[in-house]
């Protein structure tokens, strides 16, 4: 599938990507950095940091702004990392390198980090640091078969308006599944049917608040 693409800029001044054939953004519009750091980072990452030994599947590695935060924030809080991250449809590096990420955190030093997620091998994990390796596989979420690997999910999908076949039950079962037990499911939707399935198959739902322009986003607990 290859879609036409734009680099925008969203209220908080940080770029993200628009994709018009599928009229939606690969973030929020109202800030694709306030966005990512809330939903993933402060109720995500932050949240299971007592472990201080995470491993991560990310749903949509996309501009790969959820890896770079995650890098920084393992960094910073001490912790040790593996991040896997599926991408059926990979953004290439040029267009991914117009976005001001590195520049608006004032992280230039780690531009080359960012640059390394994006062009490393695929299928294996690469360390980039002696406490973040990731593993990016370029597969379909619907035909992932884990079980009991990961501690805590980005999901970070497309909206279910754009996406529906990415939000059901089946999905999020197997999501479930993949996790650990105690494992945590963070996502920026807070939709009544996505609530619905998440509860449906197990997980207990909290519903919390979202970030800038949304009024609740979603954790969900094995």
């Given at each position: 599938m290859v879609l036409e693409k734009?680099?925008?800029?969203?209220?908080?001044?940080?770029?993200?990507?628009?994709?018009p054939d599928l009229d939606e953004t690969y973030h929020s519009t109202h800030g694709a950095l306030q966005e990512s750091l809330h939903v993933f980072i402060s109720e995500g990452l932050e949240n299971r940091s007592d472990l201080k030994d995470l491993s991560i599947l990310e749903v949509g590695f996309g501009t790969g702004l959820n890896a770079l935060l995650t890098y920084r924030a393992?960094?910073?809080?001490e912790l040790k990392?593996?991040?896997t991250t599926l991408e059926a449809y990979p953004l290439d590096w040029n267009t991914v390198r117009l976005l001001n990420y590195t520049h608006l955190m004032q992280m230039e030093k780690?531009?080359?980090?960012?640059?390394?997620?994006?062009?490393?091998?695929?299928?294996?994990?690469?360390?980039?640091?002696?406490?973040f390796?990731?593993?990016?596989?370029?597969?379909?979420?619907?035909?992932v078969r884990l079980e009991n690997e990961f501690d805590l999910i980005y999901f970070d999908a497309f909206s279910p308006t754009?996406?529906?076949?990415?939000?059901?039950?089946?999905?999020?079962?197997?999501?479930?599944?993949s996790l650990k037990p105690g494992g945590v499911l963070v996502t920026?939707?807070?939709?009544?049917?996505?609530?619905?399935?998440?509860?449906?198959?197990?997980?207990?739902?909290?519903?919390?608040?979202?970030?800038?322009?949304?009024?609740?986003?979603?954790?969900?607990?094995k």
């Open positions: 734009y680099t925008v800029k969203t209220s908080d001044g940080s770029s993200t990507i628009f994709v393992a960094a910073e809080l990392v593996k991040y780690l531009k080359n980090k960012f640059e390394q997620m994006h062009t490393c091998k695929w299928d294996v994990f690469v360390e980039l640091d002696s406490f390796a990731i593993k990016k596989l370029k597969m379909k979420l619907q035909d754009t996406q529906p076949e990415l939000w059901t039950e089946e999905i999020f079962a197997s999501m479930y599944r920026y939707c807070a939709k009544g049917t996505v609530k619905r399935a998440l509860k449906s198959v197990g997980f207990l739902l909290q519903s919390i608040p979202g970030p800038p322009g949304k009024r609740e986003m979603s954790r969900a607990i």
